[in-house]
């Protein structure tokens, strides 16, 4: 365990520099933006000049870069930034939305892992046939069709046609135990509100999957196919190891790369998916961050950048931690 502690605080080290660096690109790229964002926050070409300059003061956008960087991570380190669009603090703003989208994510993760990693084993095993050929196919469709075009689609099938789904409001159970919306509604019994949840969520979760889940049956399979001519496989084939064993044994070996897959499709997710949840108005971080972008709210899009480069940054940390108890030989 004092190895694995030891690794833990050389990767905990190495990514204070990464997280500081988005920053920095980050704030750097909105301050040479050519715009005038106190303008636009003063309420556009007609503001007065004073409110204008007033506006320019208060969020020092009158000094020099370093002094305003200065200034903004300080505001970060001590939970002081507010958006000079909507007057909210930002960190409260997050805190709101982050369940949602975690709703959300979940929700698409689940169908993703449920429907890739057995396409993807299935893939391999009938190597070059029509199955095999299917998944190909899925994980084109899904990679070049537009999401928002794939979500009006199926709006107007299972909104318009059928009924099935609702575009209004966000049904949450009475009591949170877990945060995850499902989960709750299920351990608290309340069955409608477990009904109405999936009514509003599934559609756009099955639209994140969707995009994902062919990416990620064609990663499973060609993984399941390297390992499957690995020496070891082919040693076992040769002393007679039945079809099922030898499945197996490959499984487990190929799943461990798909691991750092699974993570980091979550990650984006995380990070909000502003296409879907702005085409089917659920509040969470991508409404969130088009909202920022609509109206030049430059703190909010900074800390949007910052908090994605967070989950990509946690999300690396827990890959490597599953990577060292797996194999002891990356903790060298």
């Known amino acids: 365990m004092a190895g694995m502690g030891r690794y833990l605080v050389r990767r905990a080290i190495t990514f204070i520099p990464t997280v500081f660096g988005v920053l920095f690109i980050t704030f750097t790229i909105a301050f040479l933006m050519p715009a005038n964002p106190a303008r636009v926050w003063a309420g556009g070409q007609k503001a007065s000049p004073e409110v204008v300059q007033r506006i320019r003061r208060m969020y020092h956008l009158d000094e020099p870069f370093w002094s305003q960087f200065y200034y903004f991570t300080k505001a970060i380190l001590t939970n002081s930034i507010y958006s000079p669009v909507t007057h909210n603090l930002v960190s409260e703003e997050f805190m709101r939305r982050i369940p949602i989208t975690l709703n959300l994510a979940i929700m698409a993760m689940f169908m993703i892992v449920v429907m890739g990693i057995p396409m993807g084993i299935i893939a391999a095993l009938k190597k070059d046939t029509a199955i095999d050929n299917a998944v190909r196919v899925l994980a084109l469709i899904g990679y070049s069709t537009p999401s928002f075009w ?72 060609n993984t399941m196919l390297d390992v499957l001519s690995a020496d070891f496989i082919l040693f076992a084939q040769a002393k007679g190891l039945p079809p099922f064993r030898l499945w197996r044994h490959a499984l487990k070996n190929s799943l461990i790369p798909v691991i750092t897959v699974v993570f980091f499709m ?19 971080l991508g409404v969130l961050y088009y909202s920022a972008i609509a109206n030049l709210d430059i703190p909010v899009i900074v800390l949007s950048t910052l908090y994605a480069g ?13 990577y060292a108890l797996i194999d002891p030989r990356v903790r060298l």
Request: no cysteine.
């Open 310 to 322: 967070l989950i990509i940054v946690v999300i690396s940390l827990i890959v490597d931690i599953l």
């Open 150 to 221: 794939i979500a009006f689609i199926f709006m107007w099938v299972f909104y318009n046609e059928l009924g099935w789904m609702t575009l209004v409001g966000l049904p949450r159970p009475s009591q949170m135990i877990t945060g995850i919306y499902l989960v709750d509604a299920l351990l608290l019994g309340e069955w409608k509100t477990f009904i109405d949840i999936n009514r509003r969520l599934l559609l756009p979760a099955f639209i994140l999957a969707f995009i994902s889940v062919g990416g990620l049956a064609r990663y499973v399979r």
């Open 266 to 284: 979550f990650g984006g997710l995380m990070s909000g998916a502003i296409i879907t949840e702005t085409v089917f108005g659920i509040p969470g």
